[in-house]
Every structure is written in structure tokens, then in C-alpha cells.
């Protein structure tokens, strides 16, 4: 009972000296996530811890590298730039270089852009004399001389020639003649202040004999084109062919039609000219679907001549260019059918 009273009495005067202290927890920094009840929740959990960790690392990349500063003057010192000429790969990787290397390596830039500069008028002569000596390396191999030592023996014979006394010229102009060996009379001729005379010169045997063959091919060529184009003409079966001249002429032409000979190439021609003629086409359409018996007969046509003739080699007489080939060569004879 005293007990009991002293502690009524205790509180309520407030007084705690024999109630023993609850400990109070320290506030939680971070609530526990439940574990995921799906697989879906689990996914979740670790994309948001991943996307955390990424968040720190990228703060960690951007933030700014420490200032270096000068260890005398305490002053911050100013970065070296990347050359333009690195990748940017290698431009990214830049600051990890040490600035003694940097330095090194963009003093080196410059200096190679300084002699680039330097040399450039010496680069520009050196180019500009193979280019001119290029087209007489053979020469120069057959003489078993170079380019260069050739150029200085001329340098040095122009310089003596201008400059030299009259002996110095007479003996250079001695050994050419002798090296060369023109001829004598046409020297004393020029000495005496005669002309010469133009003179043609002698044809090549070769180039004859190969543009005979050339002509003698073109004309066989033509004949034969003009043989198929007469063939072609007088057959039935291509009635159209009057009417349908100038289209087969720009599929040829065009290379939309093949042909292994002239007259496969005249017929593929044709038909598909034919599926470009409107009225044509209407025509062959409704004959397909004709009876065989109601067909209208076709007549054999009077083959006409073409004007101006194959065999004469072009309007008016005028040579033309010989085609390279069996697609050029009905192009050009169609062009002549139609007058063209």
C-alpha cells in the first residue's frame, strides 16, 4: 500500500524517478521496400537500383576535373586544347593525357604545319615536274639516264648557249650534230637563210591497210543490214512494219529490245513496238480474239527502197561513224529508214 501511494503521489507531482526510460529509436533514413510479390515488381526493383547507381556514376563523369594551378603563382592554369587533327574518339580522351604529354604533342602539330607551309612551293615544283616528265620514262630507261639527271645536262647546255663564249657554243652545237647527225645540206640550206619546204609526211602502210579493212567491214555490215531490213519489210507477218518504223527505231535505239542477230532484233523490236501503238495494238487485240477463219489475210508488201540507201553510206554521200556494235548498227539503219 505505501508503495502504490508513493507512486500516485509521484505522478502526480510529475515526478518519473522510479519509471523506468524508453529508449527512443533513432529515425529511419530509408523505408525498406516490401519484397516483389511478382516477377514484374522484381524487374522493377532492380531497373530503379540500376538507374540510381547510373545517375552517380554520370554525376561523377560530368562533374568538373579539379582546376590545375600553377605550383608558384598559385594562378589556375589554362587547359590544352585537343588538335583538330585527332578523332573524337581520341579528342575524348584527351584529358586523361598527362599536360607534359599534351604539350609535347601540340607542339608537335605545329611544327609539322609549319613545314608543310615551308615546302609547299617546293612540293607544287616537284609534282609539276614528274607530271612533265612522265610521258618520256621510256626514253629516259632506253638512254639509261633519269629525269633529273637529263634536266641538268639541259640546264647546264641552255645556260652555255645563252651565256658561253662563241668557242663553248660552237663545240655544244659540234657534238649535237655529231650525236643527231641531221642532214648537211638541209643545215647549209638554213645557214644560207633558206626555208624549208613543208613537206607531208610519208603515210603508215599500217594505217592504211586497217582503215581499208575498217570501209570493207562497214560495207559488208550494212549490206547485210540492209538485207535483213528488206527481208524483215516483205514479210506478212510484220504488215506494220511502215507504221511502226520510227518506234522500233527508239527501242533499238533506247536498248529496250535485244537480238542475238538483225532479224531477232527486228522482231523483238516490233512487238513490243506494237504494244505501243495505241490503234496497233486495238487491231491485234481484236484479231486474237477472232476465229481463226474470220482473220483477214495478209498480203504480201511491196518492198520499198530505203532512202538514203545503206549501201551508199549515208545521206547525201556522207561517211558515217562505223557501229561498235549489232545495237548501233540497227540504230543507224533505222534512223536511215525513217529518214532521219
Known sequence: M?????????????????????????????????????????????????????????????AEPAKELDPISGREIEPIRAPSTMTPLLREKWGTVPREMQKFWVDRERDMQVKLQETAAQRKLAKDFHQAAEPYQDTFRQNGINAVDHAKDLFSMSHQLHSGTGEQKAKIIHELITQFRPDINTLTHLASGGQLQATQPAPNVD???RQRIEARDAEQQQATIQASIDQFRADPRYEFTDDLGELMGKAIEAGFVKGDDFPTLF???????????????????TRAAMPVAQVPAKTAKAVQSVKPSLA?????????????????????AWNKHSGE
Do not use: W
Not at 269 to 284: G, N, S, V, W
Not at 312 to 332: F, T, W
Open 267 to 285: 522482231r523483238n523490236a516490233y512487238d513490243f513496238a506494237a504494244t505501243q501503238h495505241p490503234e496497233i495494238k486495238q487491231i491485234l487485240a
Open 207 to 209: 594505217d592504211l591497210v
Open 312 to 332: 551508199s553510206g549515208g545521206r547525201g554521200g556522207q561517211s558515217q561513224p562505223r557501229p561498235k556494235n549489232l545495237r548501233e548498227a540497227a540504230e543507224l
Open 2 to 62: 505505501e508503495d502504490s501511494n508513493i507512486n500516485g503521489v509521484e505522478l502526480e507531482e510529475g515526478i518519473t524517478t522510479n519509471v523506468p526510460e524508453v529508449a527512443q529509436e533513432a529515425p529511419a533514413t530509408e523505408v525498406e521496400s516490401p519484397e516483389p510479390k511478382t516477377l514484374r515488381d522484381a524487374v522493377m526493383k532492380a531497373f530503379e537500383k540500376t538507374a540510381d547507381k547510373e545517375d552517380v556514376t554520370a554525376q561523377a563523369q560530368n
